[in-house]
């Protein structure tokens, strides 16, 4: 099986699937591989990034298609991303075929590493025909702590993002803002993968 060669890079491989037809991409076969950050090492080194030190917006989404887009060039592949505007691409649908990730009791995705923190900045395309790789479901043996962690009651049932919103502009939300959704530091995957300051900074983003 190749190497996208990522070392440095910050990223690391998340899983992969199949291309089908249905998925309507440029290709109708090959592989997509799924890349997220290189955990707990990618946020000292993303803050070292002439993206996160410019002042510009959208330092992290600029940063991974420079990234990706350089890491697909080199495998003579093409690059896609969850981000950039309407139509969004099926990231979520995608990942629950990698057989790595799967819907966790609140409805995000939980990765078999980075747990309720999986992130996906983008993926590769390759020619090459990869098998699938199935991992076991966490979930399957938890008590679902992530269901009663959330201070606003945002995940009953469903997800209320307006409910979400006003608990972070309240002063209660100050320790979702410090280090992170609630409810997903609640879940006992990868814990020691977490850094509060990029919590910190994905929560400004999405306030």
Known sequence: ?????????????????????????????????????????????????PEYNDDASDSLDRWSRRTIDAIAARAHGAAYYPFGGEPFLPFYTWALRTGQAWASPIGFLVHKNAGLFASYRGA?????????????????????????????????????????????????????????????????????????AQAAFHMKAFR
């Open 1 to 49: 099986m190749s190497d996208l060669n990522l070392a440095g890079t910050g990223l690391i491989e998340m899983g992969h699937c199949p291309v089908v037809p249905s998925d309507g991409l440029a290709h109708d076969h090959g592989t997509l591989v799924f890349l997220g950050p290189d955990e707990p090492t990618f946020w000292p080194m993303f803050n070292q990034t």
């Open 124 to 196: 590769v395309w390759i020619s090459e025909d990869r098998p699938i790789q199935t991992a076991t479901q966490p979930c399957l043996t938890c008590d679902a702590p992530c269901k009663a962690a959330c201070p606003a009651d945002a995940f009953a049932p469903g997800y209320d993002v307006a409910a979400c919103k006003a608990h972070l502009n309240a002063p209660q939300g100050a320790s979702c803002l410090s280090d992170g959704c609630m409810a997903r530091r609640a879940c006992p995957v990868g814990t020691d993968l977490r850094i509060s």
